[in-house]
């Protein structure tokens, strides 16, 4: 008897593996499609983008449809990366806690992940279709199309995500599913119960949705976009009667910013950089200058990465254009493996305002702060705390094994430039070209494509065509989680808009003590707060468009306070135990986290004095503006 339920449990251990293996062959042949499309998409927007430059600098012939079509391609680009992103698991997310927890309490957590965008998607995928009938009405004014053929990409993108989910759901547990269902059900029970309280408790249940719903499901590895979405669904739901039909334009808003459309062109010109050798002769350049000095490779690395910072705009792409190429000659020379990953975190909340930062994008999305002025302010602001990195670097260097290190010939070096000067002359064409208005911040980004392209196929000689597809889905997954965010954090911002509190938050910091400097000093350490918790990216465009008038009110200038809470930010996001550039550091370093927990605070200390600096002398920031 016993062997009888022996085989009968295998056989079906051996059919749920069996039907797992063929949920996960359906999401791979559902992923490749959708990676194939998005892919032809991110080529496409950089052909249509590119066509226009040239129309426009090189024949003098303007095209007026093109920023329409690309507006179109867009949001599909937008959408179906998200869709990538999800299966990849790329949506940011705080998942320290959630990898901390016992064994048996990580599979629900997990759960809990992929269920809590289902029951978003399953809410807004109605609304969705409605808001595409809505547009359908509407005609393109230059291509005559409906634009339903723009907005029926959210209805699509919700389907497909909603798919994915479905079908990684099915590859967990019934037990799991059936425990975080039951969790949530109950969750919902309540605040249903609860809702004529909550309406009646004014603007105080704010704390209730935004703080208490959305903080616990952020800690708990919620995706951030979804924990936003469902925080905000769920207010609208419980204490007001708007329709949630109002949502998917909110999000239509926030993602189709042409403005972003520099978002997707930098990523994928990050990882241009990167494989055509451009960041490893940059590096390379450095190295054979002041390789030689006692903590000569600090220095290069944080020079390395305020030069590779003005290319990519992705402070991960950064990080791993540079560390792989110092990181083992750091080791030979005998630097703890917790020093370098320190240095690498701090080079990498430095690096958070040398344009083109994609933080600086979307602050220019969200407030109307000229790009070109936040592309100038940054500059120096970075070079700021860079000098008092390097300080701390050769103090902390200790006896370095500098032995068989030979200094540069000026042969060497001259070789060295003449081989980096392509790649030295990116980020300075980049700058030079936006600061200037010569080009927008995505025109720029379309030349710089090209030159990358052309430099590594006639220059370099290193241009790898089988890395060209992976590139382009990894482009399309990146880009569709930052703008998927961007997205739902406008939904967010536009529900805390309408209930008044943006109002109250106006009132209540302008009359903190000190007037603007006191305004300084909070917004200093609610950022730093929220930089431990949230990506750049998602902080600014929720609260930028709330403290930016609240800054303007009081006298601070508008750049100068970008740069000062960017760099607050920036401050969070590579302080352990919750900062999650930290982890990315100590991943791209392959380092365990703890070598570098208890090095890491002189050089977040060092950035916080370069901060309060920054801070106290608008100059760093404001200096270099056209008056």
Known sequence: MTGTFAASGATADSDMTASRRFLAQVERWLVRIVGAIAAAAVLTEVGILLTGVVARFGLNSPLVWSDELASIVFLWLAMLGSVLALSKGEHMRLSTIAWRLPPRWRAPAECLAVLTPLLLLA???????????????????????????????????????????????????????????????????????????????????????????LGAGVLIGVPIAFAFGLATVAYLLCTTHTPLQVLPGRMDEGMSSLILLAVPLFVLLGALVEMTGMAKAMVAFLASLIGHVRGGLQYVLL??????????????????????????????????????????????????????????????????????????????????????????????????????????????????????????????????????????????STIGIAYTVLAGLLIYRRFDWRRIYPMLVETASLSGAILFIIGAANCMAWALTQSGFSHNLAATMAAVPGGSWGFLGISILAFIVLGSVLEGIPAMVLFGPLLFPIARQLGVNEVHYAMVVILAMGVGLFAPPFGLGYYAACTIGRVNPDAALLRIWPYLGVLVLGLLLIAAVPWISTGFLPK
Request: hydrophobic fraction near 60%.
């Open 123 to 213: 809410f807004l995928i109605s609304p969705a279709l409605d808001y595409m009938t809505d547009q359908s009405f509407i005609e393109t004014p230059a291509l005559g199309w409906s634009d339903a053929v723009r907005a029926g990409a959210m209805p699509i993108g919700f389907g497909l995500m909603m798919a994915i989910s479905v079908l990684r759901l099915a590859q967990h547990r019934l037990r799991d599913v059936a425990g975080v269902a039951a969790v949530l059900g109950v969750l919902a029970l309540v605040l249903w119960m609860g809702a004529p309280t909550l309406a009646h408790l004014g603007n105080w249940n704010l704390l209730v949705f935004f703080v208490l719903l």
């Open 303 to 444: 020079g390395a990465m305020l030069l590779v910072s003005g290319i990519s705009g992705s402070k991960t792409a950064d990080m791993a254009a540079v560390a792989p190429v110092l990181f083992p000659e750091m080791r030979k020379r005998g630097l703890a493996d917790g020093e370098m990953v320190s240095l690498l975190a701090g080079a990498g909340a430095m690096a958070e305002t040398i344009p083109p930062s994609l933080v600086l994008i979307a602050i220019g999305s969200v407030t109307g702060v000229s790009i070109a002025a936040l592309f100038t302010g940054g500059l120096l602001p970075g070079v700021v705390l860079a000098i008092g990195l390097a300080i701390l670097a050769r103090q902390r260097t200790g006896a370095e094994d500098l032995r068989g290190v030979k200094r540069a010939s000026a042969r060497t070096v001259g070789w060295t430039l003449l081989i980096a000067l392509p790649a030295l002359l990116l980020p300075a064409l980049i700058r030079f070209a936006v600061i200037n208005g010569i080009a927008t911040a995505t025109e720029v």
